[in-house]
């Protein structure tokens, strides 16, 4: 059974400082994909990344980053210079290859102080 | 980029009514869609699967007489909340895929219910 674990419930940082979002994934498939969504308070989903099983190079797109460690089931995301903008809530996914259904976390609740 | 586009973004109802959530996918054909609620502060947990052409596939839990679900054509799917009442309440979202296994899913702006 697929199982995604945000143990972070809720982060406030203070603007300016860096911050990774925790994300722990169970699966028995050996292909299967990972997701982060950013909701904002509107409720939309933004999707931020997409990473293959067989990909395991960080990526990095402007302030975000994300470090996909198969060894520990780990796919953590990191915010760095936090502002204001990024205060939402944050989800990891997990998609088996052959199931088209998504698995979300409880999602983690950043808060960005001014 | 594929647009999925949900109608009405935001519904209140008297409780007893049904409300009809339309998503559609804008721009491809989509054989099949999921239909996601999220309560409050709370984590999406998906409800059904929407198979173009044929009956929805509901997960454990949630009632297919109360939220019919039909997806009569590749780029439309409607969620119908029957008899709906205030603990019907909540931000329910589609999500479509565009292809086969290729891991696109794209969402819709979600609609929130709320049902006095």
């Known amino acids: 059974a697929q199982k995604v674990t945000q143990a972070q419930t809720e982060i406030s940082v203070v603007e300016k400082e860096d911050v990774t979002l925790d994300c722990v994934y169970e699966?028995?498939?050996?292909?299967?994909?990972l997701f982060w969504y950013k909701q904002p308070p509107s409720g939309e989903l933004v999707f931020l990344i997409r990473?293959?099983?067989?990909?395991?190079q960080n990526e990095i797109s402007g302030r975000y980053s994300w470090n996909f460690q198969k060894s520990t089931s780990s796919f953590n995301f990191t915010i760095t210079a936090s502002q204001v903008v990024d205060s939402a809530v944050y989800f990891c996914a997990l998609r088996d290859f052959g199931n088209e259904k998504l698995t979300f976390g409880t999602g983690t609740r950043l808060t960005i102080i001014p | 980029g594929a647009v999925v586009s949900q109608h009405p973004s935001r519904v209140i109802c008297k409780s007893g009514t049904s409300v009809k959530i339309e998503c559609r996918s804008l721009?491809?054909?989509?054989?099949?869609m999921f239909w996601y609620r999220q309560f409050p502060k709370q984590s999406l947990m998906l409800m059904a699967t929407?198979?173009?052409?044929?009956?929805?596939?509901?997960e454990q839990g949630v009632e297919k007489d109360k939220f019919l679900i039909n997806h009569a054509s590749l780029t439309l799917s409607t969620l119908t909340v029957t008899s709906a009442h205030p603990e019907d309440s909540s931000f329910y979202i589609c999500?479509?895929?565009?292809?086969?296994?290729?891991?696109?899913?794209?969402f819709g702006e979600g609609s929130r219910l709320t049902v006095l």
């Open positions: 999500s479509a895929v565009s292809g086969a296994n290729t891991g696109e899913l794209f």
């Open positions: 990473r293959n099983s067989f990909d395991e």
């Open positions: 721009d491809f054909q989509a054989t099949t």
């Open positions: 699966t028995r498939d050996t292909t299967y994909y």
């Open positions: 929407s198979n173009e052409g044929s009956k929805a596939t509901y």
